[in-house]
């Protein structure tokens, strides 16, 4: 007969630890690979911002347009006000029929009711901003001068190569493509057999009032040597997909180069022929704003028709907008260069 008992509790308490041994560098390379895609991540938060940037700056300076198409527009009711009552007068003297009076009548109103739809304009830019800028709706305050008086920078047509690197977009690629690569060592180290050291220490007893006693500490150390042989068709799979995504990394790199070099070209020639069309247009807003004190002046003589009145005032007022419109496109010409350099240049 057995005089002991035949299941003995085990009770312990302990730490253990494991190490592999980074022979093939590849927990080290991974380590790097980690810190390049978080790099990654914060220039394409930077590249968010540029955008944010640019985009509040063009509605800043649309708004500042339809400000000044509000202050056009009221001045050309006030011109308009002051022809019809002219050509009342005409009409008391004989010298011109009620269908004159209806014709500058209807442009008059014609006039007025433009300024409906750009103060829509600007209560949806406004708000535009706010949104933007995370804010609920209120005024933006804004400068009171006029569009026309503010200077457009000179951009010198031969930017280095080198400030097209200053796009986070082109950055977050770069570093990107920095990491496809080092995944592809990571992932080529995966055919290499690791090696782990593993270590315990301890307490061990058959009854928990023995536990921490000094004759109950246990250790262990133990090495071992694994080689990829069981999931060794998974671990080429892995190496050859970290190789496409270096491909695929490469090509988005070279794209983003390439599209910031063409914005970069785009934004140029339209600063370059804005600013020709602004010196244009200026010539011909001139000249039509001194036809309508001649044409007035004629008509008063009875030697230029009614329809001449109406037309050059109509010609001077679409002139003039599209004088505002000009100004507009290339001062937003100058937004796109910004935010296609990446937030500005020296």
């Given at each position: 007969?057995?005089?002991?008992?035949?299941?003995?509790?085990?009770?312990?308490?302990?730490?253990?630890?494991?190490?592999?041994?980074?022979?093939?560098?590849?927990?080290?390379?991974?380590?790097?690979?980690?810190?390049?895609?978080?790099?990654?991540?914060?220039?394409?938060?930077?590249?968010?911002?540029?955008?944010?940037?640019a985009?509040?700056?063009?509605?800043?300076?649309?708004?500042?347009?339809?400000?000044?198409?509000?202050?056009?527009?009221?001045?050309?009711?006030?011109?308009?006000?002051?022809?019809?009552?002219?050509?009342?007068?005409?009409?008391?003297?004989?010298?011109?029929?009620?269908?004159?009076?209806n014709?500058?009548?209807?442009?008059l109103l014609?006039?007025?009711?433009?300024?409906?739809?750009?103060?829509?304009?600007?209560?949806?830019?406004?708000?535009?901003?706010?949104?933007?800028?995370g804010?609920?709706?209120?005024?933006?305050?804004?400068?009171?001068?006029?569009?026309?008086?503010?200077?457009?920078?000179?951009?010198?047509?031969?930017?280095?190569?080198?400030?097209?690197?200053n796009?986070?977009?082109?950055?977050?690629?770069?570093?990107?493509?920095?990491?496809?690569?080092?995944?592809?060592?990571?992932?080529?180290?995966?055919?290499?057999?690791?090696?782990?050291?593993?270590?315990?220490?301890?307490?061990?007893?058959?009854?928990?009032?023995?536990?921490?006693?000094?004759?109950?500490f246990?250790?262990?150390?133990?090495?071992?040597?694994?080689?990829?042989?069981?999931?060794?068709?998974?671990?080429?799979?892995?190496?050859?997909?970290?190789?496409?995504?270096?491909?695929?990394?490469?090509?988005?790199?070279?794209?983003?180069?390439?599209?910031?070099?063409?914005?970069?070209?785009?934004?140029?020639?339209?600063?370059?022929?804005?600013?020709?069309?602004y010196?244009?247009?200026?010539?011909?807003?001139?000249?039509?704003?001194?036809?309508?004190?001649?044409?007035?002046?004629?008509?008063v003589?009875?030697?230029?028709?009614?329809?001449?009145?109406?037309?050059?005032?109509?010609?001077?007022?679409?002139?003039?907008?599209?004088?505002?419109e000009?100004?507009l496109?290339?001062?937003?010409?100058?937004?796109?260069?910004?935010?296609?350099?990446?937030?500005?240049?020296?």
């Amino acid at each position: 007969p057995e005089k002991g008992p035949q299941h003995i509790g085990d009770f312990r308490i302990g730490v253990y630890a494991s190490w592999e041994l980074d022979v093939w560098k590849k927990l080290r390379t991974a380590k790097k690979s980690a810190a390049l895609r978080y790099l990654s991540t914060i220039e394409g938060r930077n590249f968010m911002v540029t955008n944010i940037i640019a985009e509040i700056s063009g509605s800043y300076y649309e708004l500042l347009a339809l400000d000044n198409l509000m202050q056009i527009i009221q001045q050309n009711i006030e011109l308009q006000k002051n022809a019809l009552r002219m050509v009342k007068f005409e009409k008391d003297a004989a010298k011109v029929s009620q269908l004159a009076v209806n014709r500058f009548d209807a442009q008059l109103l014609h006039t007025q009711n433009l300024q409906y739809n750009i103060q829509q304009q600007i209560v949806e830019t406004e708000n535009r901003i706010n949104f933007l800028s995370g804010k609920f709706t209120q005024h933006v305050a804004r400068a009171g001068t006029a569009i026309t008086d503010i200077p457009v920078d000179v951009v010198q047509s031969g930017i280095p190569s080198q400030l097209l690197l200053n796009r986070p977009d082109i950055r977050q690629a770069e570093l990107a493509l920095a990491a496809a690569k080092l995944d592809v060592q990571v992932a080529r180290a995966n055919f290499y057999p690791s090696f782990r050291l593993s270590a315990g220490t301890g307490f061990t007893a058959f009854n928990p009032g023995f536990v921490f006693r000094p004759e109950s500490f246990l250790y262990n150390l133990a090495g071992d040597a694994v080689g990829p042989l069981i999931n060794k068709n998974g671990i080429k799979a892995a190496y050859n997909n970290a190789n496409e995504k270096q491909i695929i990394s490469a090509y988005n790199y070279e794209r983003s180069i390439l599209s910031a070099f063409i914005e970069v070209v785009n934004h140029l020639s339209l600063m370059d022929n804005y600013k020709k069309s602004y010196e244009t247009k200026s010539k011909e807003v001139a000249i039509l704003t001194q036809s309508i004190d001649i044409s007035n002046k004629l008509f008063v003589a009875t030697k230029a028709d009614y329809i001449e009145v109406l037309l050059t005032q109509r010609e001077a007022l679409d002139s003039r907008i599209e004088l505002i419109e000009t100004k507009l496109k290339q001062l937003q010409a100058k937004v796109n260069i910004y935010r296609a350099l990446g937030g500005g240049w020296n």
